[in-house]
Every structure is written in C-alpha cells, then in structure tokens.
C-alpha cells in the first residue's frame, strides 16, 4: 500500500522485544504504580511514566483473579506483547509502560484488542 492510501508509513527494521524493552525488576513496577499516570478502560489500566533510558519499555500484570488458568493468562499476555511489538515505532520514547489486565480478554481476537489499545493510548496521546 502506498502512503496516500492513508496508511501512515512504516518504519524499517525489526520487530523484536528485547530484554532491554521489559520491565521487569520488582523496583521499576513498584515505582511505576506509585507515581505513573494512569489510564482506564473496561478491559485495562495502562500506567505510563518517563524514564531516563530513552527507550520504550513495557511491563505486564496478569493477576490469577483475571484470568483463572494459567493458559487463559499466558495468552492475555501474548497478546499485549504482540501489540507492542508491532505498535512501540508508534508511542513515545522513553516511556515506561505497564499494562495491568483488569477483566479476562482471553476471548478477544487481536484485531479487538489491538481497537481497544488504540483507544486507551489515544487518550495517552491528548493528555
């Protein structure tokens, strides 16, 4: 597709998430629910704050009250990764990001998911 289809362009490169990409020490989470901002949806509470490390980090909380087997969790968790992943060229750097799953969206397809994360970030984006 080409840009005037209205499609924004897409950077070059890969599409991984590193290590260096996770929250993942009890210290940053901690942090981050303490003095990030947050936004609410039916589904997710996304906190944000800036870091210093100029990258994009992103950090998830999938409770067993969410989700009650450990399949339903793992996969509430791929999908949000799965979004970041293809979405991070598009949020701000150097924030740290911390997803926490407050209703079970095991359910969702990814397309639906991926709607209502556009909708939450959107907000972000305003604010």
Do not use: W
């Not at 209205?6 to 990409?21: A, D, I, M, S």
């Not at 996770?22 to 947050?38: D, P, Q, T, V, Y």
């Not at 087997?69 to 911390?98: C, G, W, Y």
Request: with cysteine; hydrophobic share 35%.
């Amino acid at each position: 597709m080409s840009p005037a289809a209205g499609k924004p362009p897409v950077p070059e490169g890969r599409y991984t998430l590193g290590k260096h990409e996770r929250i993942r020490r009890r210290s940053e989470f901690a942090a981050l629910f303490e003095s990030g901002k947050r936004i609410h949806s039916e589904y997710l509470t996304v906190i944000v704050s800036r870091n210093t490390s100029g990258i994009r980090r992103l950090g998830l909380v999938v409770g067993k009250r969410v989700g009650k087997t450990a399949v339903r969790r793992n996969r509430m968790k791929r999908l949000l990764r799965e979004f970041f992943r293809l979405n991070k060229h598009r949020l701000p750097a150097s924030q740290d990001i911390l997803i926490v799953a407050r209703k079970d969206f095991s359910f969702m397809k990814s397309r639906d998911l991926c709607g209502e994360m556009e909708k939450v970030l959107a907000g972000r984006m305003k604010a």
